[in-house]
């Protein structure tokens, strides 16, 4: 059975493709010839990874799925969110982004904050949302040379590190990410 993955980044897929059951295999949406960047209009994850899926499903007819995913600060109502990428601007500078995270708060004494990922699945017919989240906290200085994005400032309920100090070792097992893959695969393979 072949699924697409509504995502150009093909590392995604990859790494997804040796976790799904033998039967299914993941297709980007370049292997299916579906150059278009497709925008993320959506205010929440969720929309946004509907948007995605939905966006395959009513173009080519096929099983598909998507995510997104972003860091929310609760005394930030949630920001930055569906913007996670690009909050400091459209370079998507994480530097940038960190900055003006740290500039908001105002130095406000551990600040709270989740990253969640979202899954939409659009399935024979049905549709289907799993959602990854880990709580945590932010702090004042970047620690840690693992990961990517807000990692070296994000530390998780539980621990002492950053995701950065972690490794993706830890991080997998932990993240909002492993966590929403899991329901996902989870999904597919009751199908099986
Ligand atoms: P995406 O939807 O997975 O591409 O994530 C969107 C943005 O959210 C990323 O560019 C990062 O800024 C942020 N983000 C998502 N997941 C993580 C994570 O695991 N660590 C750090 N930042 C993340």
């Known amino acids: 059975m072949k699924i697409i993955f509504a995502t150009h980044n093909h590392n995604k897929v990859k790494e997804l493709n040796q976790l799904v ?7 980007s ?16 994850l969720e929309e946004n990874a509907k948007i995605k899926a939905d966006y395959v499903l009513k173009k080519y ?4 799925f998507s995510d997104d995913s972003g860091l929310e600060v609760d005394a930030l109502q949630g920001a930055p969110g569906v913007f996670s990428a690009r909050y400091a601007g459209p370079e998507k500078n994480n530097d940038a982004n960190i900055e003006k995270i740290w500039e908001e708060l105002g130095g406000i004494l551990n600040p709270k904050a989740c990253f969640r990922s979202v899954f939409h699945l659009n399935l024979n017919g049905k549709s289907y949302s799993f959602e990854g989240r880990v709580d945590g906290k932010l702090i004042y200085e970047k620690r840690g040379s693992g990961g990517f994005g807000y990692d070296p400032i994000f530390i998780p309920e539980g621990f002492e590190k950053t995701f950065a ?4 070792e830890v991080k997998n097992k932990i993240s909002h990410r492993a966590k ?13």
């Open 21 to 27: 059951p033998k039967p299914i295999s993941l297709l």
């Open 61 to 64: 007819g096929l099983n598909c």
């Open 29 to 44: 949406l370049d292997d299916i010839n579906c150059t278009k960047e497709i925008e993320e209009t959506g205010s929440t």
């Open 180 to 192: 929403a893959t899991m329901l996902l695969l989870e999904h597919l393979t009751v199908l099986l």
């Open 165 to 168: 100090e972690l490794g993706d």
